[in-house]
């Protein structure tokens, strides 16, 4: 069936660059799916927004409802699910998956997966995964609604690590590569392994030294 009708229209201007073969304003899957079963009945989805000077380069998906501040960039195979905000100067990169309802903060820079209603902070980089605890496989996909991690400002979330449930990062503080964190993570502290905190005035590594002196 054509789905066309149910795209959400989207709104931007002459200083937006959309690359090749973008889609923009996807209907989201329970809108298909109502569709399907009693066709004419949805309507269009919800517009997309698009800020000033963002570029969108090769085969973005933008779901409906999406807002994106201006001077974004968007690089190839990214998608961003509905209903997510996406503050100014913030890059998705690396094929970033962005699932449903995701908040953003503006000068952020997002190239992993990050799961249905997560929330991540001004000038904060998210390279690895922010995931729910999937207790509940038993239930229906549309039942379950998790509580989803949240990296406050001026975090980092390095290749590889995996951020799980419902758990709260920094602000100020960094998750190592390839580390595991499943309980919160107070202000300014690094973390390594499995839940391994060191706060950041003990670290003794050179190399997250700057990095630390640029915290306000």
Known sequence: MNIASLYGPATFDDSVVLGEHCVLGYPKEQRIRAEQQQPGSMSAGSPIVIGPRSLLANHV????????????????????????????????????????????????????????????????T?????????????????????????????????????????????????????????????PEHIVTGVNVHTPAANWKGRRLQPLIRSWP
């Open 126 to 186: 998210v390279m690895g995964e922010l995931v729910h605890e999937y207790s509940a496989p038993h239930r229906d996909w549309w039942e379950v609604d998790e509580a989803p991690p949240v990296i406050e400002p001026d975090s980092v979330v390095g290749y590889g690590a995996r951020v799980i449930g419902g758990v709260r990062i920094g602000p100020r503080s960094y998750v190592a590569a390839g580390a595991i964190v499943t309980k919160d993570v107070p």
């Open 61 to 124: 998906v933008i779901y409906e409802g999406v807002r994106i501040g201006a001077d974004c960039v968007v690089e190839d195979r990214v998608r961003v699910g509905y209903d997510c905000a996406i503050g100014e100067r913030t890059r998705l990169a690396y094929g970033a998956y962005i699932c449903d309802r995701v908040e953003i903060g503006s000068d952020a820079c997002i190239a992993g997966f990050v799961c249905d209603g997560a929330v991540i902070g001004a000038r904060s």
